[in-house]
């Protein structure tokens, strides 16, 4: 029986859509030249607009800003992924006394706008240094999403496939942790990446409670009258810094899949090791 889920498109489909691909990508470029075109036009490539960039002072603030947006997305995706995990657990558990405040949790810091968490721990709260508070909202906001993301992962499975587990006697840690997790999170690593290049991105909130980050510092430097106020060309740079910083995670993730393709290729080429055969052999004779 096929497993297609829609027609696949005919000679003329197909033309339609290469029609459609090339007028998209000259649009595309269409709106790009004109922004260019009215960045061009208003001055904003004038060379007094980028002497900001020779100086040393400058340039080491920028790494500065850079770093200090690198550790927050740093400690907050770390601490995101281990909520997330944690929720994920609870939302999945057989025991209402977990499932209900798991699910309860994950609905309410999924509710809240990020920015409003971090003015709460912030100016509300007073959790000290502003890195504090964005890291928490970061946490909070991005870890119940990816819980939510997770647990869709685990329930993705065919159900045969824990079934099979609990029939050798399994746990359901084992099953979990064995079982499910490592075929979930082939799955569910392209949502994954997508969650943490969006955690990536909303550190850029973290100006709004005076973190010094990268938008805030091109903030202040593109309001100094001594470098003409070049607002424009410092949101170039920093945007171009974020766009490089969330293709170089994309390609960790896309390195990361490939490498675990290859593995399992691998041991599927060299077969059951002899312990998994004994081990086989014992559940079934128990059997």
């Known amino acids: 029986m096929s497993m297609n889920l ?13 029609i459609y691909a090339v007028v998209g990508t000259l649009a595309v470029v269409g709106v ?11 001055g904003q490539f004038d060379a007094r607009r980028w002497e900001w960039i020779e100086y040393a002072q400058i340039q080491r603030d920028l790494i500065d800003a850079l ?8 400690i907050g995706a770390v601490l995101a992924l281990i909520f997330g995990a944690i929720f994920a657990a609870g939302r999945l558990s057989d025991h209402a006394i977990i499932r209900v405040p798991s699910m309860l949790v994950v609905e309410l810091f999924r509710a809240i706008p990020l920015v409003i968490l971090m003015f709460v721990f912030h100016y509300g709260i007073g959790l000290g240094a502003p890195i504090n508070s964005v890291v928490l909202g970061l946490m909070l906001y991005n870890g119940a999403v990816l819980a939510e993301i997770f647990r869709a992962g685990v329930l993705a499975l065919p159900r045969g496939q824990s079934e099979a587990a609990y029939a050798v006697g399994m746990r359901k ?19 994954i990446v997508s969650q943490l290049v969006v955690l990536l991105k909303d550190t850029a909130l973290g100006f709004l409670i005076t973190y010094e980050e990268l938008l805030r510092y091109a903030r202040f430097l593109g309001s ?6 070049p607002l424009v060309p410092l949101t170039i740079v920093v945007a171009a810094m974020y766009i490089v910083m969330c293709l170089l995670l994309t390609w960790l993730a896309h390195y990361l899949s490939k490498r675990e393709r290859r593995s399992k290729k691998h041991l599927d080429l060299e077969g059951p090791k002899p312990e998994e055969v004994q081990l086989a052999s014992a559940l079934s004779t128990g059997a």
């Open 224 to 229: 100094q009258a001594q470098f003409g106020r």
């Open 6 to 18: 829609f027609d696949l498109p005919g000679p003329r489909a197909r033309a339609r859509h290469r």
């Open 173 to 191: 840690t084992q099953v979990m942790n064995l079982v499910l997790l490592p075929q979930a999170l082939r799955a569910m690593l392209p949502a």
């Open 32 to 42: 790009v030249a004109f922004v260019i075109f009215r960045f061009a036009d208003s």
């Open 67 to 74: 770093v200090n947006t690198l550790k927050a997305f740093a």
